[in-house]
């Protein structure tokens, strides 16, 4: 036994890469594609075929909307990245995409809060 072999050199000292189940990549890429197909169809909708004329609050949930696309996007380019396919490369993808989805229910949320006050005389915000 020689020198080498008795000292483990600091790469094998570390943990093995571990990664995802088969399928895992794939339903990632299409739940995502999904919800920024939604996203992208709403926000069309939203801007150019809601009634009413645009009042200035009604920014509150464009921003929200688009910050949500945004995020929805890099998550769906984090996906496609041969390093996704890593569980921890895969996990911060998860969470991009997470937070996107939820800023996109806030965003709608305060669409309809928008929608609904546009009739009265008095808007809620």
């Given amino acids: 036994m020689n020198e080498f072999e008795s000292n483990p050199s600091p790469q094998d000292a570390r ?5 995802t189940p088969d399928g895992y990549r794939s339903g990632i890429i299409t739940a995502i594609s999904v919800l920024v ?10 801007g150019f075929e809601a009634p009413g004329d645009w009042k200035w609050h ?3 949930s464009t921003a929200l909307m688009v910050g949500s696309v945004l995020m929805q996007l890099f998550a769906l380019f984090r996906s ?3 390093e996704d396919h890593e569980i921890p490369h895969y996990r911060v993808t998860i969470r991009w995409f997470v937070w996107g989805v939820l800023l996109m229910v ?6 309809a809060a928008e929608m609904s006050t546009s009739s009265r005389s008095t808007p809620l915000f």
């Fill in 106 to 111: 806030i965003g709608l949320l305060f669409a």
């Fill in 37 to 46: 197909g939604f996203s992208l169809a709403f926000m069309r909708y939203w």
């Fill in 58 to 60: 009604y920014a509150i």
């Fill in 15 to 19: 943990e093995p890469a571990r990664y």
């Fill in 80 to 82: 496609l990245q041969v």
